[in-house]
DNA sequence: GTAAACACCTGCGAGTAACCGGGGTATACT
DNA sequence: AGTATACCCCGGTTACTCGCAGGTGTTTAC
């Protein structure tokens, strides 16, 4: 019962969860495709960077509902980039994945010892940093990343 | 079955569990009190930081395993810092909480696909930073906070 | 040498979340 | 109409966090 005490918003992890991945991987998918007008569906998405393809739905519909995608129903239907691949950054994804329903709860600042609050702070502090980072990689540099590393592997190759 | 197919070294919670905190309230309170050469016990620190006594006694004995306290058994036994408080980092305590049992198992690089690479490659990039952050503080540097912030509080309520 | 105080170990149980699949409904193309 | 697709609800497994209970081993105090 009550777990905790407080529930502020300390819960953001920095962790590369198999969810993380998949949406990320998703949308690089999306941003590859992004010049032709056409949509993609989840199959060809999941099939293409083997992502179950049920619970890719569940990511692709949290990721519509925070703005990041758009959806087009029926057939010939299927996923698309809200914006621009290079307006589109690592922070939005991850912020938009666990966003959950975490409620901050306006709470009593009053109620916390001095000691939490001097480690809250240094949480924050981490956070920041990690923002700083997210906020630095758009979708299309994340594609531009791959395809240098795809020229490099086939210089290995030879 | 095999949850995410790849288990590399991606584990590292960057989030303030209440395991992280109690473990650093602990060590706060065992760093305030280590100019005496006594030993603390479970439940004094417990009483003292609010923590779950039964709780914290797993926790302490992650520490001491991980090399952080040592603990005297015994009457009169308890726990003691293993090291000086400006020798001990936040980096050193996150880590011992989390390392567990997680074996890297020499992971074979090529069956990754390139963008999971370049995922990867960002993530490690965030995880530097946050061990920066941790790196740069030990636990003499949060007893110093805080009891800078007790001076604001006064200073505040006066 | 007996009792008390303490660390130490194992295990359990509720709660939560990540991770997947089933099955049905709504919508658009042909 | 029929088909293909997104959409939605609802389980189910696994794993982890948090916390409690019981028992054992070790040291000090009387």
Same mark, same amino acid.
């Given at each position: 019962?009550?777990? $905790?005490?407080?529930?502020?918003?300390?819960?953001?992890?920095?962790?590369?969860? $198999?969810?993380?991945?998949?949406?990320?991987?998703?949308?690089?998918?999306?941003?590859?495709?992004?010049?032709?007008?056409?949509?993609?569906?989840?199959?060809?998405?999941?099939?293409?960077?083997?992502? /179950?393809?049920?619970?890719?739905?569940?990511?692709?519909?949290?990721?519509?509902? %925070? %703005?990041?995608?758009?959806?087009?129903?029926?057939?010939? %239907?299927?996923?698309?980039?809200?914006?621009? /691949?290079?307006? +589109?950054?690592?922070?939005?994804?991850? @912020? $938009?994945?666990?966003?959950?329903?975490?409620?901050?709860?306006?709470?009593?600042?009053?109620?916390?010892?001095?000691? @939490?609050? !001097?480690?809250?702070?240094?949480?924050?502090? !981490?956070?920041?940093?990690?923002?700083? !980072?997210?906020?630095?990689?758009?979708?299309?540099?994340?594609?531009?990343?791959?395809?240098?590393?795809?020229?490099?592997? +086939?210089?290995?190759?030879?």
């Amino acid at each position: 019962m009550e777990k $905790c005490g407080w529930s502020i918003q300390r819960d953001l992890k920095v962790e590369l969860s $198999c969810k993380t991945e998949y949406a990320v991987l998703a949308l690089l998918e999306l941003a590859a495709h992004y010049r032709e007008a056409e949509p993609l569906q989840i199959r060809q998405i999941a099939a293409q960077q083997n992502i /179950p393809d049920r619970y890719l739905e569940q990511l692709l519909a949290t990721l519509r509902r %925070g %703005g990041l995608v758009k959806s087009q129903r029926g057939a010939k %239907g299927g996923y698309l980039l809200a914006r621009e /691949p290079w307006e +589109i950054t690592l922070l939005e994804v991850v @912020s $938009c994945l666990e966003g959950s329903d975490s409620k901050p709860s306006t709470h009593d600042t009053n109620l916390k010892t001095v000691e @939490s609050a !001097v480690i809250e702070e240094i949480w924050q502090e !981490v956070h920041k940093t990690a923002y700083k !980072v997210w906020q630095g990689y758009t979708l299309q540099d994340l594609c531009d990343k791959r395809d240098a590393r795809r020229q490099l592997d +086939i210089m290995y190759y030879i």
